[in-house]
């Protein structure tokens, strides 16, 4: 498996266990609002970590407001950030114009 690959699939299981426990915060009521005060700062640096630049930067914003705010962990932002990158980005790169 080529290294570009492996870090394909490396992304995807990490974002799936990160959504994962971002929505774990619904098990426990009342604990979960005060662990997503713990979770949302970790999660926002995780993503700046996995994907790099400026739309990782963005991720991690929308990641750390999507945790923080009550209600809305159920948003996989990882997988969203996952898709976005190995789906539709790279479909758009690799499309030509043919006339």
């Known amino acids: 498996m080529s290294k570009t690959k492996n870090k ?3 992304h995807l299981f990490l ?3 990160f959504d994962a426990i ?3 915060s619904f098990a426990v009521p009342f604990m979960g609002e005060f662990s997503d005060v713990i979770w949302a ?3 926002g640096w995780l993503i700046t970590r996995m ?3 400026k739309i990782g930067q963005v991720a991690g914003v929308v990641t750390f407001v999507e945790e923080i705010i009550p209600g809305l962990d159920v948003i996989p ?3 969203i ?3 976005y990158t190995y789906v539709f980005k790279k ?3 690799g499309k030509t114009i043919e006339v």
């Open 8 to 10: 394909k699939y490396k």
């Open 15 to 17: 974002g799936l266990l």
């Open 22 to 24: 971002g929505m774990l």
């Open 41 to 43: 700062p970790l999660a």
């Open 51 to 53: 994907y790099k630049g």
């Open 77 to 79: 932002t990882f997988t």
């Open 81 to 83: 950030m996952w898709l």
């Open 91 to 93: 479909s758009k790169i």
